[in-house]
């Protein structure tokens, strides 16, 4: 099992401690572990129970578990106590904002089990009568379960990336002679996907559908299912599943239907064709042949989104796209200085070691408290540590930032003769998101103007299908950025991939350039780059305008300058 899903067992079993009033000691004994299992680098699938006692911070205890979860999939004391947990009082526990305690207050007090009568108990207004509650609370948990029930049944496009390649694979090697292409969501690059879909090319639909019973991670729906399209869900996820079965003839034009938004396959090229009249037209040996026969050079299937991007095909103006080998440095990353799960040095040998030149390092600043932000005297005790790394790491470079919160009134978070000692500034919002559109709008847009602001971190604070973000203008606070020279980040992280690839278009239009960042907590959330890659080719995002993908020296060069400017 991997390392996260160990983890996310025992940050259960401590959710649901706590939920069950038990000792706050073992309850901190499983919160410590989880502290230190994020640190650890190898597989703990297939260690000893002595390999994992070596592991500081993890005791016997602890360890037999984790020999128990990779031998059964979960361990005992977790079961008992899901024995005893309506599921839906589990599923309370992912409500953004309320922890275990609430959550028992609710289940006890109100009787609720199921979200939909937590649902009901706030719209009759019996949340705000509880103590430690209120009215306020009771409409942010009422906004957090209607989000959730709109977005039930959806997945990430990370989560759904590695499920989607391990389906068709097994669909290749179940039918070696057919061929099959993943479509939909998933190749599309959309960020939150619905279903995992795929078009098989046969000329015996049939037995291509008898074969599908030996793939186990399908579970069919017969009712659902008919002779030219297989349906049902993935086995272990419940993630839906959609199998259409094609002539071998017609393989390329129902690819491409199916890769593409109607919007793409609508828009007229001229006076009277369209994409979906050419695909209707004859059968097709691939996709570049369609486009060829509609005079167009072949498009991308993430830009397949109905904008601009038919216009440019046919005048062979497709710009090239962004690749994850143009990046040549990672901003935006976290360090034990606040949050993060590995030091300093850690980061930057790991960021180098991937081949990168630099490394921007970007702590929380001291609002973050909750997230160790770092006082004054902790910026300089840091930047002192990455003068000395800068010299034992040579020609790598680590550039001195700050993630600053950008306080309720726009401000940042530090006085100016701090706010001058960073090599770049990450200018975020983290507090008070409940904001209307003019004033969230009008927040950013004053940090943005804010000289010593380098970088718009995360615009809207979204987490997908976790929680809303706050509503801004994005035209607004874009060109706030082209007049003030601030780069904005494309937050790569799966929550977040934010700025949404939706208004990547817009700036570069206005020539603001764009930093693919992972907001990196550990080093294994450098991985997540090629997210942020992806959502920036989605929007038309160019190596020439990603920030990041410039060398070290014009990184360093484009960072001094800026600050001479503010003297």
Not at 286 to 295: L, R, T, V
Request: aromatic share 6%.
């Amino acid at each position: 099992m991997e390392n996260k899903k160990i983890i996310k067992q025992f940050k259960l079993a401590a959710e649901l401690m706590e939920l069950h009033d038990e000792n706050p000691f073992k309850i901190r004994s499983y919160t410590n572990a989880v502290g230190a299992l994020e640190l650890v680098e190898d597989p703990l699938e297939g260690m000893s129970q002595a390999q994992l006692e070596e592991i500081q911070g993890v005791g016997k205890g602890i360890a037999a578990k984790i020999v128990e979860i990779n031998e059964k999939g979960s361990f005992a004391e977790l079961d008992q106590m899901l024995q005893v947990t309506p599921p839906g009082v589990v599923e309370m526990l992912r409500i953004k904002g309320i922890g275990p305690k609430k959550v028992r207050n609710l289940w006890k007090e109100l009787r609720a089990e199921t979200v939909e009568e937590l649902l009901e108990a706030c719209e009759q207004d019996r949340v705000s009568k509880l103590k430690g509650f209120g009215a306020k609370t009771q409409e942010n948990i009422k906004q957090a379960l209607l989000f959730t029930q709109q977005n039930r049944g959806k997945l990430l496009y990370a989560e759904g990336e590695l499920m989607a390649e391990q389906l068709l694979q097994s669909i290749k090697a179940a039918l070696p002679e057919a061929q099959v292409e993943l479509v939909g969501d998933m190749r599309r690059r959309m960020e939150i996907v619905t279903s995992l879909q795929f078009i098989l090319a046969t000329d015996a639909p049939v037995q291509a559908q008898q074969t599908f019973q030996s793939i186990t991670e399908l579970d069919e729906d017969v009712k659902a299912s008919g002779p030219f399209a297989w349906r049902g869900s993935h086995s272990e996820s419940g993630t839906p599943v959609e199998v259409k079965l094609v002539p071998v003839a017609r393989f390329a034009n129902e690819v491409l239907l199916h890769s593409a938004a109607p919007e793409h396959l609508a828009q007229p090229f001229t006076s009277t064709t369209n994409l979906l009249t050419v695909v209707r037209e004859q059968d097709y040996a691939s996709e570049a042949d369609i486009y060829k026969s509609a005079g167009m050079a072949y498009i991308e299937p993430e830009l397949r989104e109905g904008t601009n991007e038919l216009e440019l095909a046919l005048q062979n103006k497709l710009p090239q796209l962004l690749e994850l080998s143009d990046l040549k440095g990672i901003l935006h990353n976290h360090s034990t200085y606040s949050d993060g799960a590995h030091t300093l040095e850690q980061m930057a040998t790991y960021c180098r070691d991937m081949g990168y030149q630099y490394l921007g390092i970007s702590d929380h600043s001291k609002t973050a408290s909750y997230a160790g932000g770092l006082r004054e005297g902790d910026v300089l005790r840091q930047q002192r540590e990455i003068d000395e790394l800068n010299k034992k790491l040579a020609p790598f470079k680590i550039f001195k930032g700050i993630e600053s919160d950008i306080l309720g009134d726009g401000s940042l978070d530090y006085d100016r003769d701090i706010l001058q000692t960073f090599d770049f500034i990450v200018a975020s919002i983290h507090s008070s998101l409940n904001m209307d559109e003019k004033k969230a709008t009008a927040r950013l847009i004053t940090a943005i103007e804010n000289p010593y602001t380098t970088m718009l971190g995360h615009p809207t604070g979204r987490l997908l299908l976790r929680r809303e973000g706050y509503p801004i203008n994005h035209k607004m606070v874009i060109d706030a950025c082209a007049a003030n020279n601030v780069i904005i980040e494309i937050n790569s992280n799966p929550w977040r991939l934010d700025l949404d690839w939706r208004y990547v278009q817009y700036a570069l239009e206005k020539g603001v350039m764009l930093s693919i960042n992972p907001d990196a907590h550990h080093t294994n959330g450098y991985d997540d780059m090629k997210y942020g890659v992806l959502v920036g080719r989605k929007g038309g995002l160019t190596k020439d305008m990603t920030f990041n993908a410039k060398p070290v020296e014009e990184v360093e060069k484009y960072f001094k300058e800026r600050k001479e400017k503010v003297k």
